[in-house]
């Protein structure tokens, strides 16, 4: 069941309040797996960020030569 379907306007706060939640979580429980991945993805994200010129360029055929970007 769709509970904030119709409630477009606390999207923003919602996936907020989520993320939090979920850094609370890895932080409290397992801080060396959110360490390593936070380091990891950033990595990943300043690559894609680098293959695309700031997503700029996100064409398919850079994506299918950069399919590593893709999960990022």
């Given at each position: 069941m769709p509970v904030n379907?119709?409630?477009t306007h606390q999207?923003?706060?919602d996936v907020a309040l989520s993320v939090d939640m979920y850094n609370d979580w890895f932080i409290n429980f397992a801080p060396d797996a959110f360490r390593s991945?936070?380091?990891k993805t950033t990595?990943?994200?300043e690559v894609a960020l680098h293959?695309?010129?700031n997503?700029?360029?996100v064409r398919p055929q850079?994506?299918?030569?950069?399919?590593d970007i893709?999960?990022?």
């Open positions: 379907l119709n409630k999207w923003k706060a991945t936070r380091i990595q990943d994200v293959a695309t010129g997503l700029t360029d850079l994506l299918r030569e950069h399919p893709l999960p990022t």
